[in-house]
């Protein structure tokens, strides 16, 4: 045991028998013994006559209790020596002190724990009567279960580390494969590029040296033809001269040449009939190969468009699945259950009307509208065979007293002229189509696909034009047109039976393609704000239109 100090003897003095802490608010009894105040009030209050001290059962009375002030002086100054001696640096303490932790009150060491007051305590706190009859074990054994918690808790802890790390050694393989593959993905597009530039300039540098060899030969053949003609004319030119000078001759010197036997059909006969005058400027060999070149061109026009429309398409755009919100579709309108198709039914079918409704444009939105992003979506184009008791009344509809299709950008585009067209492309099979379904009269007027802004007017008749809201291709038997002020503008000389719509709202770009051929047709450039919607517009009830996929 530790040699007791001289401020441990001086604790010794100041502590309370009862409480065996500091003395508190000290006071004096009948034998002259120093107790806490509030320790002798309780031993007053639990104990009947007489009351006797706790050291020397010396028989005491409750109104001789004094208090004690010096003694409180005296307690406050041991204690905060006490304070100053555990805030002392480490290396001026005792050896012991700083060998192993001590006891605060007593300076002894720490073998115990108290279950009860869930404190560590040494010999003399265990012998105390605040703790001599709690449950005190050693301490090795109360650190025992708490050992065995950490224990597993950190066997447990340690299996989860080793799986973080198994996971994260293994993420980190998966990322950087991964990246290996981006930087493969890297070179292939390099190197794919590269190979499409430089094919298509060996492609370009052959078309263009055939177009040199063909200017050539044609500069050579008109230089030919100019020379001939020139001389041709300096012949011709000489002649009419000497004939107009003996047209010019008196009579008597034109018959004196006749007389020596000049004839004058001598001099017309020195301008015998050639060939030249009904040669072709242009050789059939030339021309053949220009007309050949041409074709190439066509081809590659209609090569690169359909590359274009492939390219929008598949790497740009996501394919999103459209349908359409029958609230908004005109009463004529008939859309199907799964809302991806709709038809021009002739009889007004929602007998409720909305707000959203387009009245009198047999026209409808799709029920999702998009504020950002690249989208694509496509529209084919169906025709259906009817009765021709239906097409009487489809007819009978469209001409009746309603007269909701006579507007006057209608007829604009049935008075359209070949005075718009361009160039398109069509393959055998839709020449086929198109041969047939004008010999049996069943193409629809026209249908209209593209986007709409959401704040478009739905009432009255509309002006589908970029302005107004709506960015659309029209379809008709005619071919494709884009609406322009002040007419419509063909820009196809064929109807496409299926289109591809691409929506990129940040760029402001709405682009069509032919969805069968891959073919490019028209891109509008705009501004949108708001909500931009599908939409469709159909007025004849021998067709259909269904949104894919």
Not at 154 to 159: F, Q, S, T
Not at 251 to 259: R, S, V
Not at 349 to 354: D, I, P
Request: proline residues 4%; charged residues 30%.
């Amino acid at each position: 045991m530790a040699a007791a100090s001289p401020l441990r003897n001086l604790e010794d003095e100041v502590l309370c028998s009862i409480c065996l802490d500091y003395l508190r608010d000290p006071v004096t009894i009948d034998c002259g013994h120093v107790f806490c105040y509030r320790c002798v009030i309780k031993v007053c209050e639990s104990t009947r006559q007489p009351l006797y001290c706790s050291l020397c059962k010396t028989p005491f009375k409750k109104e001789n209790i004094r208090h004690v002030w010096q003694m409180a002086s005296l307690v406050e100054n041991i204690w905060r020596m006490k304070v100053d001696e555990e805030r002392q640096p480490r290396e001026e303490r005792t050896p012991e002190q700083r060998a192993e932790k001590l006891c605060g009150q007593h300076l002894e060491k720490l073998h115990y724990y108290c279950k009860d007051d869930r404190q560590i305590l040494c010999v003399m706190c265990r012998e105390s009567q605040e703790h001599r009859h709690h449950a005190a074990v050693l301490l090795e054994k109360a650190a025992q279960p708490y050992r065995s918690k950490i224990l597993n808790h950190l066997k447990i802890l340690k299996g989860d580390r080793d799986r973080v790390q198994n996971f994260q050694s293994t993420g980190e393989d998966e990322i950087e494969a991964l990246l290996t593959k981006f930087q493969n993905h890297r070179q292939d597009i390099v190197s794919v590029f590269e190979q499409g530039h430089q094919f298509l300039r060996e492609r370009e540098q052959y078309l263009l040296e055939w177009l040199e060899v063909l200017e050539q030969e044609l500069a050579e053949g008109r230089n030919s033809h100019v020379t001939k003609g020139s001389k041709e004319v300096i012949r011709l030119g000489t002649l009419i001269s000497e004939l107009e000078k003996k047209a010019q001759q008196p009579a008597l010197e034109l018959l004196q040449d006749i007389k020596t036997g000049k004839d004058p059909s001598d001099i017309i006969s020195k301008y015998p009939r050639k060939k030249f005058w009904i040669e072709k400027p242009i050789s059939p060999a030339i021309r053949k190969r220009a007309e050949e070149f041409s074709d190439k061109l066509l081809s590659l026009e209609k090569g690169l468009r359909g590359f274009h429309g492939k390219l929008v398409r598949d790497l740009e755009y996501k394919t999103m699945k459209i349908i359409l919100n029958s609230q908004t579709a005109n009463g004529y309108l008939s859309v199907s259950p799964d809302g991806k198709s709709m038809i021009f039914t002739g009889l007004w079918m929602n007998k409720y009307q909305h707000s959203q409704r387009f009245d009198p444009e047999p026209g409808v939105l799709g029920s999702k509208g998009f504020t950002w992003g690249k989208v694509y979506w496509e529209v084919k184009v169906d025709r259906i065979w009817w009765e021709a008791e239906e097409e009487e009344e489809a007819m009978k509809y469209r001409y009746g007293a309603r007269g909701m299709f006579s507007s006057s950008y209608l007829g604009r585009f049935i008075g359209i002229t070949d005075a718009y067209s361009s160039i398109g492309y069509r393959n055998e099979n839709e020449e086929l189509e198109e041969q047939l379904s004008q010999e049996n009269g069943i193409w629809p007027k026209f249908c209209l696909v593209g986007v709409a802004r959401e704040s478009v007017v739905r009432r009255g008749f509309l002006n589908f034009t970029p302005e107004e809201g709506f960015w659309t291709l029209q379809l008709s038997s005619a071919g494709a047109y884009i609406f322009t002020s002040p007419e419509p503008f063909r820009i196809l000389s064929y109807c496409p039976r299926q289109i591809g719509v691409a929506l990129d709202y940040d760029g402001g770009k709405v682009t069509f393609i032919n969805a069968r051929t891959q073919e490019f047709i028209y891109e509008f450039s705009s501004s949108f704000t708001g909500k931009i919607f599908p939409f469709l517009w159909l007025n004849c009830m021998r067709s259909r239109l269904t949104l894919r996929p």
